[in-house]
């Protein structure tokens, strides 16, 4: 049989700088747990052992002690190519924080609560990150809005609860006029070039013949996701087709929530009882945000966001021209919920 694979002898001073580098935890995550994987081979464990310790493969456990027996300290810390400090993407900041708020048994550990160690830990061997730091996992969490908070009871939801919650409103009206905006377009004034056309203007719209459209929209906010139909008019009849719609996109046993404001449409009244029989009829709760604040509404952000992407700088010929940028954009919005620019817009028109 082949010997074992073991740490080369290590003196007293290297191991007591061992010990520091994993006792300290700050730092390079990387450096901490090579350190981590060198003393547990120091103190006779083998690979398979100090593999499941660390969370990590046998083979990377005996490439980090193939390495420091080579090249002894230098093999601990990463060999980065210089240069700036990478910047976490949306997406890895994102899926950061959903860890962090994410529970160690959810992911197979015997532990009840991540520490800034374990999680920076468990980070680096999914392959999120390729390196983090102690100190800037605490500075993105902060910005994340996470925080380490004392837990509390909380009163579990029970079995009529909504498991689905969908924020609606009618954006609009939709008429064919100019819109303005910006767009990139030649120097002018002293530094124009020789000859040049002039620049593209809006166009003056006295007379508008062709009528006016109604976008019928919801945010779903768990899969965050945007639904739109055009209608020609905002009535209750259009309002309970949209909601028909919504309703066949989840298991009837399903219960949904639909948030929208008090405009009449949405309203059940004494004359007309249509969207309450419709909702008791077919497992839906309507809830209304308070009078005069319609803002609260979650779909008010995806509205800035469409407006801006869309609609801003645009100049349509007819209705289907513009229904269909809408539609486009619906799409290309729920492909590209994590887009940078999309996220900065939305979070900022967010009040709520």
Known sequence: MTERLRVREIDDDEGRRLVRIVRRGTGSVVTWR????????????DAAAIAKVAFTSEDRV????????????????????????P????????????????????????????????LADFLVAEGVVEDISHEGLRALLREEGVTFQRLKRDVAPGPGDPQVVICVDEFGPLGLQPRPGRQWAAISGKGKEPGRAPRRRLRATYTRTQGVRHLFAAYDLGEDKLYGHIKPRKTRARFLEFCRYLR???????????????????????????????????????AYTPTNASWLNRIEAQFTALRYFALDGTDHASHQEQASMIRRYIIWRNNHAYDERLRRIIDRANVA
């Open 34 to 45: 090579r350190a981590q994987m060198v003393l547990l081979s120091a103190q006779g464990m």
């Open 62 to 85: 005996r490439d980090v002690i193939r390495n420091f027996n080579a090249d002894g300290f230098a093999s601990l810390c990463p060999r980065y190519r210089g240069g700036r400090a």
């Open 87 to 118: 910047k976490f993407t949306l997406g890895q900041r994102r899926e950061i924080k959903k860890i962090a708020k994410s529970r160690p048994v959810d992911h197979d550990l015997p532990f009840s609560t991540w520490s800034l160690a374990k």
């Open 248 to 286: 066949t996109l989840y298991p009837s046993d399903v219960k949904i929530a639909i948030i929208c404001d008090n405009f009449s449409p949405h309203l059940t009244t004494r004359k007309d009882k249509r969207v309450g029989q419709w909702a008791t009829a077919n497992n839906v709760e309507i």
